[in-house]
């Protein structure tokens, strides 16, 4: 795995769902939304890294539905949490991650 281009694919990804929210009124239902990734046979700490490269956090790998790695994406709450997270998962998917929106309302 090319971990400086996973950073690099983090910070494009998240320059997107930044530019989709800009403005957005933070309004409905508060939510715990984030992007699960998998990414088989990478390093932990290597993918920990490039996440914290890319400005980003998680704490470490999960399992939900598959090893993978929870990635917060937004400081929003509600709508702009949910907004950040479907623009940040689609940019991943279009670059060819195995990535998913994890939604879960508070």
């Not at 390093?43 to 956090?57: N, P």
Request: glycine share 8%; hydrophobic share 40%; proline share 1%.
């Amino acid at each position: 795995m090319d971990y400086n281009k996973f950073t690099e694919d983090l910070k494009a990804a998240h320059k997107a769902s930044q530019a989709a929210t800009e403005g957005m009124q933070d309004g409905g239902t508060a939510n715990l939304d984030k992007v699960f990734i998998r990414l088989p046979r990478a390093r932990e700490t290597k993918v920990l890294e490039a996440i914290k490269a890319a400005g980003l956090y998680c704490r470490g790998k999960r399992r939900w539905i598959g090893d993978g790695y929870m990635i917060m994406v937004s400081s929003g709450q509600a709508s702009v949490r949910d907004k950040a997270v479907t623009v940040f998962a689609k940019e991943l998917f279009m670059n060819g991650y195995d990535v998913s929106a994890y939604r879960q309302m508070d």
